[in-house]
């Protein structure tokens, strides 16, 4: 091995309601990194929000049947984040040993999904720093995180978006807007992802619990008239050496059985979703969603990564659905699977988003 190594620290856990799907995409990656090239520093955030410095196994980090992982306070030594110009990186606070520093992280790859780290939180504190990082900066992690604000600035784009109401803290649909959306209708948290607090409604006795459901999660809450179609996906990602944004194959989404929509037991725990790469639809419809996966992730101003999901109905009309500024990072994930398919294999992946973010480094681009 050679001492010249990068170092990077590879974040995960967090304080979401998506804690355990990112250990699993930390698992994947802290396997992937080439350790002739890399130094892993594992750095798991509990769900109360103490950050630690982990052993990094990647079968802690695994599903265990239907058993999720998770980072407690006795996963490792207790760490905080420096910015000290001599001494930028983490530094550990071990009772023990007293405190010691870690030599300087040269990148951070925050595998966090969700609130408190996929939403401009932690890439602020990563840019105040000076710390360069993995995927998008502060202001399009926020409003990719906001379903609200990923349709108001897609829709400006030019990018269509199906029917939707903003719901806010102490709001109600009204009569207008239910004649408006029709049924079914999806609600939804507005920040949250992995499928977590979302209810299909069939019927408009049915909403009331959907929408307490879903404010179980978020204050702010969207409900969006169905678009009957498929689900197709395709990701993008940053341009090297400054070029544009390139779009991967795209994958369809299949539910099988047991779900009426793609729940987060669909994509982790039952093996009931069926994914198909690439997916089968007419050249110019592959087109056009490349093409529109590519502007949404310039419309945000997006950098690193982004998994940009679609309808496509009967008509071949495409609809975005949401994006994603930090996906699922498992090596069986549909970001990697799309990329795997186009030819950049998961370690190769990993290697460039490292590379792609210390180059572009901190600050205003």
């Known amino acids: ?9 590879v974040v995960f856990g967090g304080r979401s309601t998506e804690h355990a799907i990112s250990c699993l995409s930390a698992g994947s990656v802290l396997a992937a990194l080439d350790p002739d090239e890399f130094e892993a520093v594992p750095v798991g955030i509990t769900r109360a929000g103490s950050w630690v410095l982990t052993s ?12 999720l992982p998770e980072i407690t306070p006795g996963s490792g030594s207790a760490v905080v984040l420096s910015s000290d110009p001599g001494n930028r990186g983490l530094v550990v606070l071990d009772q023990a040993d007293g405190t010691r520093a870690l030599s300087d992280v040269d990148v951070v790859f925050p595998l966090l999904h969700g609130a408190y780290g996929e939403d401009g939180t932690i890439q602020g504190l990563l840019e105040l720093a000076g710390i360069p990082y993995v995927g998008a900066n502060v202001f399009a992690s ?38 408006r959306l029709g049924l079914p209708v999806f609600v939804k948290p507005a920040r949250a992802g992995s499928s977590y ?17 879903a404010r179980a999660v978020d204050p702010k809450i969207l409900v969006e008239g169905a678009v009957a179609g498929r689900e197709v996906e395709c990701g993008v990602l940053e341009g090297e050496y400054g070029g544009g944004p390139e779009a991967s194959l795209l994958a369809e989404v299949k539910v099988l059985r047991g779900h009426e929509f793609y ?18 639809l007419p050249d110019r419809v592959t087109r056009q969603i490349r093409e529109y996966a590519c502007a949404t992730f310039t419309a945000l101003d997006c950098a690193g990564l982004a998994r940009v999901d679609f309808f496509v109905t009967a008509d071949m009309d495409v609809y975005l659905n949401e994006i994603n500024t930090m996906p699922g990072f498992t090596a069986t994930s549909m970001f990697p699977r799309m990329w795997a398919a186009a030819g950049l294999e998961y370690p190769k992946l990993v290697a460039r ?11 205003l681009h």
């Open 142 to 179: 926020a409003a990719a995180m906001d379903k609200e604000f990923t349709k108001k600035l897609a829709e400006q784009a030019g990018i269509p978006v199906g029917p939707y109401v903003v719901l806010r803290a102490g709001t109600e649909l009204s009569t207008l807007d239910r004649e």
């Open 353 to 363: 988003l490292i590379r792609t973010a210390m180059r572009r480094g901190t600050g």
């Open 263 to 280: 729940t987060f037991e669909a994509k982790y725990l039952d093996d009931s979703a069926e994914y198909t790469i690439p997916a089968d």
């Open 56 to 67: 990094g196994d990647p079968r802690a980090l695994a599903l265990q049947g239907t058993q």
């Open 1 to 9: 091995m050679t001492s010249q190594r990068i170092r990077v620290a």
């Open 197 to 213: 607090g979302i209810s299909k409604v069939s019927d408009w006795v049915e909403l009331d619990a959907a929408v307490e459901q």
